[in-house]
């Protein structure tokens, strides 16, 4: 069995930056990748950055330039640094990893909101 807890989410104003941290624990032998999914109200889940166990990225084309991704594998920790945030930045943050042969997993979410 396979557990993900997000951490890190919270109120910030617009501009201002958070960065998420996402833990996994249990049977993990080999992550693929790792990543993080928003779901703002009114909308379906979206990829916001994933990256492969060798360090390739991608980016939703709404949060390139702010918001990074990074993972410390021998740790199975996934990072998310959002820079400039702004209203639209609002969302429920999910993450996902996938573990070779077995397939993906995911947390149950945190909330980041940005306003005034």
């Known amino acids: 069995q396979v557990q993900l807890v997000e951490s890190g989410g919270g109120l910030v104003q617009p501009g201002g930056s958070l960065r998420l941290s996402c833990a996994a624990s249990?049977?993990?032998?080999?992550?693929?990748?790792m990543g993080w999914y928003r779901q703002a109200p009114g909308k379906q889940r979206q990829l916001v950055a994933t990256?492969?166990?060798?360090?390739?990225?991608k980016y939703a084309d709404s949060v390139k330039g702010r918001f990074t991704i990074s993972r410390d594998n021998a740790n199975n920790t996934v990072y998310l640094q959002m820079n400039s945030l702004q209203p639209e930045d609002t969302a429920v943050y999910l993450c996902t990893i996938t573990i070779m042969t077995r397939g993906d997993y995911w947390g149950k979410g945190t909330l980041v909101t940005v306003s005034s």
């Open positions: 249990g049977s993990i032998f080999s992550i693929s990748a």
């Open positions: 990256i492969t166990r060798g360090g390739l990225t």
